[in-house]
């Protein structure tokens, strides 16, 4: 057996270039630039960390990380851990039941929201619950529950609850699909074990399932979590971070500085944090994830 | 043993919940707009009626969007694809020096969020004269996308069958050779996920395309229904008829490729 020689890392060359020219360079300069008074014209002006203490006495950034820790919630948490029972119920019951069939098709429903674009759900939603043509005020008003009708996203005090009950919509999906597969791992026989010993599927669900489902759960709750920091289109085309900044978030705030405000310095004081913060949640989770490989094996 | 058909009756009422703002959307997208003003949003439309969706996929040029969203993300799709695998094959298959590094590199720039990209991006495009053009939003979509491409088939070739490769070289196959002959093939299926993901991702894409792509000639579809969001010409049908246009492409590319979707949604572990 011939051993293959060294001489591979030619092939990195476009990829590396190319990276560096569009990620390292402009996460380079973003973070110097966070250091800068700059209009995006002329040259930037140096101030040390000004940007960084101006943030702390912003409101509006600290409001934007609170409605981050609700998103957070609505986009990673509860969809988790309805995702793990939906999943759990669909794999044990339904597919044993009514067959895989069955079982695939409410999955392929649930998950419908995931693919479609952002913009476009969001344009969706936006109509159904516009306040005076909008389809959720019409039908309360038609099942005599009118007195319910609210201003959905345009009161600032239910814009921020409207938002996060999208985006359990929007997200279920993805934990269903990712659980119903991690499910297909575990060996059938430890379920006929449990259950020969008089276990009911509550007891199974946490004794087993849970347990033995925990690679996928870290992976879910990661990304959804990551995927809730990151934010845009979806308060974008819904409220554009209003009304009265009640849906303001990390990403709408910077975008709001660099195009709307010309503060190109205190932007990239924004987007510098809120990509501090993601970076160091990638790292803790996967530490935890090699450690329970580790541990587990 | 009634307790499996009462499961069943929750969750399909569930399924349907979450389907329903789209079944919304497709009846009064086919309505008048006097059928939508006297009988309401929940009632079958009277007459089928298309006049809606017509007239909205003329107003904004429709099929110029669909075609701008096909050629960035077919091309982005290809280009993603192909990145992947040249970085993949020096750090999955010839674990060059110091790829743990460039792992890692792989991995903080899958997680980045692209508000810490775009302004400089902004800024470097408009010195390029690539500001406003499809071809900054592939380079950059292509880059982006490959990060992850990278970062997944570098640790499916890891553990490539040694022995093809060998095989390859002992009938004097070069390493360009090889990768063409030996491990494209084989891990086509894997390389059908990535592409799958990639243009759909593509597709989907809203900040970045939203900023870069600010005439009206080169939006995509998301941007194109985006920015019209709020606006005065925007009735309930109207609406409607642009909700379900842009539902429907994706809606098609999901039920096209949704084998390989749900095989490879696992293989993701940070996007």
Redesign the interface.
Known sequence: ??K?K???????I???A??L???????I??VY?SFTRWT?IGTPEWIGVQNYRRLLDDSLFWSSFGHILLLIIAMAVVPTLLGLV?AA??FD??AK??GDR?A?V?????Y??Q??????????????L?PS???LN??LD?IGLGVLARNWLGDPKYALFSVMAIMV?FQ???PV??FM??LQRIDPELYEAAELDGADWWQRFRRITVHLIRP?FY?VL??TT?AA??I??QI??LTRGGPSNATLV??YF??KN??EKAN?GY??A???I??LI??VL?FV??RLQTRNETSGS | MKFRWVVLAALSALTLLVLAPLLVIALNAVKSPSDYANHGPLSMPSTLYFHGIVDFWNRVDFSRKLLNSLIVSGIVAVLGVLLSVLNAYALGIGRVKGRVWFLVFFLVANVLPQEVLVYPLYYLSKQLYLYDSLTSVIIIFTVIQSAFGTYLLSSVFAEFPTELLDAAAVDGAGKWRALWRVVVPVSRPTLAVLFTFFFIWTWNEFFLPLIFLISNANQTVPVALGVLQGDRMMDATTTSASGLIGILPALLFFLIFQRTLTRGITAGAIK
């Open positions: 057996m011939r293959r060294g001489g591979y890392a030619g092939f990195l476009p990829g590396v190319a990276s020219a569009v990620i390292a360079l402009p996460l300069m973003t630039t995006g939906l119920l669909l019951f339904i039941a009514f069955v695939s409410l999955r392929s429903g649930l419908v929201p693919v479609l674009p952002v913009a476009v759900t969001g344009i969706v939603w936006a109509w159904i516009h043509y909008g389809a019409r039908i038609t919509w279920l999906g993805y699909v990712m597969a991690g996928e992976v990661v990304t990551i920091l990151k845009f289109g974008f085309v990390p990403s910077a975008y660099f195009f190109v932007g990239s924004i987007a510098t809120l990509t993601i970076i990638a989770f996967l």
